[in-house]
């Protein structure tokens, strides 16, 4: 089977792991939590990043640095992973939903104006499977309004709009090391701003709310969490981040083979990205017009298997979810371009070590089942 993702672990991870643990520096203390942040900060151009235990709680902390109260809204794309919304429940705030762009699958920057009230503190862009948003008018909408720009970058590692990493343009940025990203820690996430002040509020609530200081007189003015990554944890990120542009590179070579291969096939979409934006190909998805491929979505994915080539569904949209229903977000509009994303779509194997034979067999299965001809 080719599965949907695979890790790619290079030469030094065993190594750092091992020197964490002989020297028995196992917890968040340790060299390689303090590497890890300064080379990742280094990579994104920002000045500060600080690690966390996964891409959910960095969201979470990245919300409460930016000053994110009980009821205050925060518009983000309903096409997206839960995670995004679910960190906005965690405070008590209030997700607010805009629908996807046809052609980019991001948020559809023209739809979010309408959706501002009083109560709007920010919005959350999200680079769906590594395609940033149109930023610009994000920007627009920040100055006009006021509000604050939180990115959530967890799939996209190194992406660009206008020749500037996607973090360059939010006041905070996240970032996730699940083993499916662009580099993996198993779990892990990060944090990432030019802002000290924010900076400063995520060390501290990511800590039990300890004073910054050093002063451990046990007296805890705020409530904290305990999202501190493990030492041991780091030193696989920091393996992995000597390799990060060249992990990087690989999805994207892997991702512009996808797209001309299966580009002139009738009723398979692909994700278009905005000429300013940099896509980094964190997963491969298509979209299925039953109609003129001929075959349904379901019927393709029953295929591939049994050709031996895994898939995964997209997401189901925000607005669908019972969990987001229940906590009382208003979920009635009409989100017609998430639900065709969901109902249509599916990844297909997006592994950075992915071979290109493996690439043009996917796509010679998928272009001859429309005819049949097998
Ligand atoms: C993976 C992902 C997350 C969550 O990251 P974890 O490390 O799994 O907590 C958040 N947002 C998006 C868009 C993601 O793809």
Redesign the pocket.
């Known amino acids: 089977m080719i599965p949907v993702c695979d890790v790619t672990i290079g030469k030094n991870e065993l190594k750092y792991v091992s020197d964490a643990i002989s020297t028995g520096w196992i917890s968040s203390s340790g060299k390689y939590v303090q590497s890890f942040e300064e080379q990742f900060a280094l990579f994104c151009g920002n000045k500060y990043a600080t690690t966390t235990t996964?891409?959910?709680?960095?969201?979470h902390l990245a919300l409460l640095a930016i000053g994110i109260q009980a009821g205050d809204e925060v518009i983000l794309p309903t096409f997206?992973?839960a995670?995004?919304a679910f960190a906005i429940c965690y405070i008590g705030a209030i997700p607010v939903f805009v629908d996807a762009e046809p052609d980019t699958w991001n948020i559809d920057t023209d739809k979010i104006e309408e959706k501002i009230t009083e109560k709007t503190k920010a919005i959350m862009t999200?680079s769906?499977f590594g395609n940033p948003s149109h930023m610009e008018k994000v920007l627009h909408l920040k100055k006009k309004y006021a509000l604050k720009i939180i990115e959530?970058a967890?799939?996209a590692h190194g992406s660009e709009y206008d020749g500037k990493q996607i973090s360059h343009y939010a006041d905070i940025t996240?970032y996730?090391?699940?083993a499916?990203?662009h580099i993996t820690t198993g779990?892990?996430?990060m944090v990432t701003t030019d802002n000290e002040e924010y900076y400063d509020r995520c060390r501290y609530y990511k800590n039990m709310c300890f004073s910054l200081d050093g002063n451990r007189n046990y007296l805890h003015e705020d409530i904290g969490y305990n999202y501190r990554m493990s030492n041991v944890t780091a030193a696989i990120g920091l393996a992995q981040i000597e390799n990060i542009q060249q992990y990087i590179d690989m999805r994207i070579v892997n991702g512009r083979k996808y797209i001309d291969l299966l580009r002139s096939i009738p009723g398979i979409k692909l994700q278009q990205s905005h000429e300013r934006v940099k896509h980094v190909y964190?997963m491969n998805g298509i979209v299925v017009d039953e109609n003129i491929y001929g075959r349904s979505r379901d019927e393709l994915r029953v295929h591939l298997s049994q050709r031996g080539i895994d898939t995964r569904l997209f997401f189901n949209g925000m607005h669908r979810q019972p969990s987001l229903k229940k906590y009382g977000c208003d979920c009635s509009g009409a989100y017609p371009i998430s639900d065709s994303l969901s109902d249509n779509g599916f990844y297909l194997p997006s592994s950075t070590s992915l071979k290109l034979e493996e690439i043009e067999y996917v796509c010679k299965v998928i272009s001859e089942y429309q005819g049949g001809i097998l």
């Open positions: 996964n891409g959910t709680s960095a969201l997206t992973m995670a995004s999200v769906i959530d967890a799939e996240t996730s090391f699940f499916n990203k779990e892990g996430g964190w």
